[in-house]
Nanobody
Framework: QVQLVESGGGLVQAGGSLRLSCAVS????????MGWFRQAPGKEREFVAF????????DYTDSVKGRFTISRDNAKNTAYLQMNSLDPEDTAVYYC???????????????????WGQGTQVTVSS
């Protein structure tokens, strides 16, 4: 059974940083593309960041470019989202997702992912 568990969320002041982790069990992520999504109160869940299985390809939604960095450590079966210069607009529940993928195609649609974590809350105060 594949499980994704996010951690690292919390309360931070505007301008601060957090690093989210997504630990995967039940499969080896070396063949998985990984994504981060978020859902703010009253809004739909949206794409945040993508990383290919090798880590060679990444992509970000425009609002986080230059502030967030997605990475992965296949040896630890874990993906990360480093979030810097946080803004209250970044407040949301953050979810990681995974899918088997042997391509470098950027995956930004929720339906493209097979496995999801339960989410971790990130709250940015002004």
């Amino acid at each position: 059974q594949v499980q994704l568990v996010e951690s690292g969320g919390g309360l931070v002041q505007a301008g601060g940083s957090l690093r989210l982790s997504c630990a995967v069990s039940g499969c080896t992520i070396s063949n998985d593309a990984m994504g981060w999504f978020r859902q703010a109160p009253g809004k739909e869940r949206e794409f945040v960041a993508f990383i290919s299985r090798s880590g060679r390809a990444t992509d970000y939604t425009d609002s986080v470019k230059g502030r967030f960095t997605i990475s992965r450590d296949n040896a630890k079966n874990t993906a990360y989202l480093q979030m810097n210069s946080l803004d209250p607009e970044d407040t949301a529940v953050y979810y990681c997702a995974a899918r088997k993928d042997y391509t470098l195609v950027t995956r930004i649609r929720q339906y493209e992912y097979n496995y999801w974590g339960q989410g971790t809350q990130v709250t940015v105060s002004s």
